[in-house]
C-alpha cells in the first residue's frame, strides 16, 4: 500500500495553485486594462509560462498540419488536374506536329524522284483499300480524270514501280499493282543490260523474271532491274523495279529466273505519283 502523503504536503499544494489562479486572473485583468507599469511583470509572467505555451504548441503541430493538408486537398487536386490537362495538350500537339512533318517529307520524297525524260507527274492519296495487304491486287487514289491522268499511267512510290492505272473516273482512279501475276513487263539487268521478262508473284512474294535472261549472264545478287522502255511497251525507260534477291538457273528452259525484291513500299503505301505517260498504240 502506497503512502498517504501529509496534511501539510497536501495544504501547499492547494496554496500553490490558489497562488497560480490568483496570478493568472490577476495578469488577465490588467492586461485587458493597460497600463506601463506593470509591463516587467508582464514580460516576467509569459517568460515564465513560455516553455509550457512552446511544449503545447509543440504537441498540437502534426495536428494542425494534418487538418491543413486536409483543408488544401481540394486545391492541391484542382491544380494536378491543370496539370495533367497542360500535359495532354502539349502532347497531342507534339504528335500532331510529328504527323505532320512524317506527311511532309513523304511529299518531298515523292517529288524529289527523278525520272526519266520530261513526263509530268501527278502526286496522290490512296484512297482506299488496305495498306498492307492488297489482295485483290488493285487500290484506289484520290485523283482521275479531272487531274489529266489516264488509263495506262505508270504509278511509282518512294524510288520504284507500283504499278500502272487500269481505270479512271472524274475523281478517282484504279491501280493494278505489280504484284499481280497478270502484271507483265519487260525488264533490263542494269548490269548486263539485258533484256527480260517479269510478272508479280503476290503481295508477300517477290517479283519473277523467268523470260529472256540466258544461262550464261552473269547476273549478280543485289543488282539493279529497270523497265526496258522498248517500243510499244507498256513502260516508259528505266523505271527502277527492285534488285535481284536470288538467281537460279532453269535447265528446261535454258534460262535464268531472277527473284527480285520491288523497291516500292508497296506495303506501307501512303503518298504515290502518276507519270502522265501512255503506251504507244
Do not use: C
Not at 484542382?78 to 511532309?104: C, I
Amino acid at each position: 500500500m502506497r503512502p498517504k502523503p501529509a496534511a501539510g504536503t497536501r495544504g501547499r499544494s492547494r496554496r500553490l495553485l490558489v497562488i497560480v489562479t490568483l496570478l493568472a486572473v490577476t495578469l488577465i485583468t490588467v492586461d485587458a486594462v493597460g497600463g506601463d507599469a506593470l509591463d516587467p511583470v508582464r514580460n516576467t509572467a509569459t517568460d515564465v509560462f513560455a516553455p509550457v505555451g512552446d511544449g503545447v504548441a509543440w504537441a498540437s503541430t502534426p495536428l494542425r498540419n494534418a487538418w491543413a493538408g486536409i483543408t488544401g486537398y481540394d486545391e492541391l487536386e484542382r491544380e494536378n488536374a491543370r496539370l495533367r490537362d497542360e500535359l495532354a495538350e502539349q502532347r497531342s500537339h507534339r504528335l500532331a506536329n510529328a504527323n505532320a512533318v512524317e506527311q511532309l517529307g513523304r511529299l518531298r520524297k515523292e517529288i524529289d524522284v527523278g525520272v526519266q525524260g520530261d513526263i509530268p507527274t501527278e502526286i496522290a492519296r490512296i484512297a482506299t483499300g488496305a495498306r498492307s495487304n492488297f489482295t485483290d491486287h488493285r487500290l484506289e487514289i484520290d485523283k482521275g480524270s479531272s487531274s489529266g491522268l489516264e488509263v495506262g499511267n505508270p504509278v511509282t512510290a518512294g524510288n520504284g514501280l507500283v504499278g500502272r492505272l487500269v481505270r479512271v473516273a472524274a475523281n478517282r482512279s484504279t491501280v493494278q499493282l505489280i504484284t499481280d501475276p497478270t502484271f507483265v513487263i519487260g525488264v533490263r539487268i542494269g548490269e548486263t543490260q539485258e533484256i527480260g521478262v517479269g510478272h508479280g508473284s503476290g503481295p508477300q512474294s517477290p517479283f519473277v523474271v523467268d523470260t529472256g535472261i540466258s544461262l550464261e549472264s552473269e547476273v549478280e545478287v543485289d543488282g539493279a532491274v529497270l523497265t526496258s522502255g522498248f517500243d510499244r511497251a507498256v513502260m516508259p525507260p528505266d523505271l527502277v523495279v527492285g534488285r535481284v534477291k536470288e538467281v537460279q538457273p532453269d535447265e528446261a528452259a535454258q534460262s535464268l529466273i531472277l527473284r527480285v525484291d520491288l523497291a516500292a513500299p508497296i506495303s506501307q503505301l501512303d503518298v504515290v505519283k502518276v507519270l502522265k505517260w501512255v503506251p504507244s498504240s
